[in-house]
Structures are given as structure tokens and as C-alpha cells.
């Protein structure tokens, strides 16, 4: 049976740091409030010669060095990012050249903080279909760019970054003991747009606009709608909570992350947690939050790890996969 199994991991930061006390000169916030209220302390921030594709790019190389593999090596590159370099060509399609790579084929996916799940989801079904034997799977975000500085509720939640992970074919007989993607569920629904969304696009105001949230509204959907697909996702590979080594959540606010692995039954010290360092890096997040347990050998060969986000949308999703 044809798995998807998961080569190797890379990351890539922006070099500013913007602390929470770097707010409170701009708007009426405090370190203590913000740190109390999201788990955040400090996000990295985009100067103007770092991009989408140039912090991907980034994560892209150094995930095919922890791979052991060059672009050659590499059939599909899928880029998880709602803020694009361009409104097109697909960023990806400017990693793909960045990297020097000219043969394959390159798209990008947007479900908003979602999207490095669903793009882990989609690679893995293009390997199993057979159209690509090793996938790049990139999320990147400059969310800075499109955030009102003015807006307290939103400016000190979001940072940028990226990460990335290589997948590639492999072969296991059906069971929870192989490695690789092994289930997943995803699910989105636009009733909930307004809750969560930029308010411009080249089709209504012609701008890039600006992220709106309603803060509480998002926090009240969360747990439910998380909860909803790891509960799936654990059906599909008929496990249970405690049979999880890690939780890698998407790193949004820190309520949200305890308040959904309490409700799980997921143990506290199964859980990464990196928003503290990152902040909401978006379609970035769960990948450098993956990046940063693998790097400190926290997750190991065989562990079984749970990935979950949602985003604007709303989007959810959850993927589990042997390491």
C-alpha cells in the first residue's frame, strides 16, 4: 500500500523581532495583556526584501538539507499562503524557479491558517495517485502585510514566517503502525466569512485590504470545530487521544490550544506549543511549529503525531501522521 511518508523539515524567520512591549507605544495594549490573553510574547516581522517566496524558499532548501535531496529531486511543490507575492503567477510557481527547479509542477492553496493541512492533505493524495513520488509542502506567510497597525484587536496577534516538509512515496500494509499521512479530516463552511476575513480583493475593492476579526466569535467556534475533526480523524485510524505521542496544533492563541487538547483528553505534555515565540503565523504555523519539536528531538522516527488548524472561512482540519 502507498503511504506518504514525511523525508524531512525545514523553517525559515524573518531577522526583526517585535516583542509585545514594542506595542505599547502604537496602541493601547501591554505586554502583560497580550501575553495573558493569546500566549504570544513575540512574532518576527517581515522587512521590505523578505517575502512569501523568499522566506519559502528558505524553509524549501532547508528542509530538502534535512532531506538529504536537491530540487531535482522533487516532483510537486504545493504552497499553503494567503498572502502571495503576487496576485498571480502562484507563488509557488516563484520558489519553483527561485530553486532552480524547471521540470515538475507548482500551485498554490489558500484556506487561510488551514492551509499547510490541507496542502499536506492534497500532496498526499497526489502521491498515492501516482502523479508525484516527492512533494514540497511549504507553508509561508507575511501577514504583516495585509495587518492594520491601528487595530489593537488583530496587529499583536500575527507574525510571519514559514516552514516546510518534504514528503515522498513509501509503502506500508494498511495499518496504524506505518509510517506516514494515515488519516485526515477537513471541513470548511462560508456561513462564518464575516467572523474572520480581509476586507479588499482585486474582484470587490481592487486592494490588498486589511485583516478584520471578531475575536470572541472565532474563540467560540474553535473548540467545537477542532474537536469535530481530530474526533473523525481518530475514527478514520481507529485510535484514541492517548494514543498520540504529539499534538501539533495550529499556533493561534494559547487558550484555544488548552482549552481544545483538555477537551481531547490530550495530555499537556504532548502538546507543542510555539505561539509564544511565533505568534499566528497562519498556513505557517503548524509547520514551524513541527519544525522547531523536530529540531529539539521532541518528535522522533515513529511517533505518531496529530496536525490540526482552522482558519478564515471558516476552514478546519486535522491530519495524523506516523513520523
Known sequence: MIRSVVRGTGAALPRRIMKNADFEGMVETSDEWIAQRTGIRQRHIA???????????????????DAGLTPDDIDLIVLATSTPNNTFPATAVEIQNRLGMHHGFAFDMQAVCSGFVYAVTTADLYIRGGLAKRVLVIGSETFSRILDWSDRSTCVLFGDGAGAIVLE????????????????????DGAHKD???VDGGPSTTGTVGYLRMEGREVFKHAVGMITD???????QAGITAEDLDWFVPHQANKRI????AKKLGIAEQKVVVTVDLHGNTSAASVPLALSVAVADGRIKKGDLVLLEAMGGGFTWGAVLVRW
Open 47 to 65: 522587512s521590505d526584501d523578505e517575502t512569501t517566496a523568499s522566506l519559502g524558499e528558505a524553509a524549501a532548501r532547508a528542509a530538502l538539507d
Open 229 to 235: 475533526v481530530i474526533e473523525a480523524t481518530f475514527a
Open 257 to 260: 490550544i488548552d482549552a481544545s
Open 169 to 188: 512515496t513509501g509503502e506500508g500494509v494498511g495499518s496504524i503502525a506505518d509510517h506516514g499521512v494515515l488519516a485526515a479530516s477537513l471541513r470548511s
Open 195 to 197: 467572523k474572520l476575513f
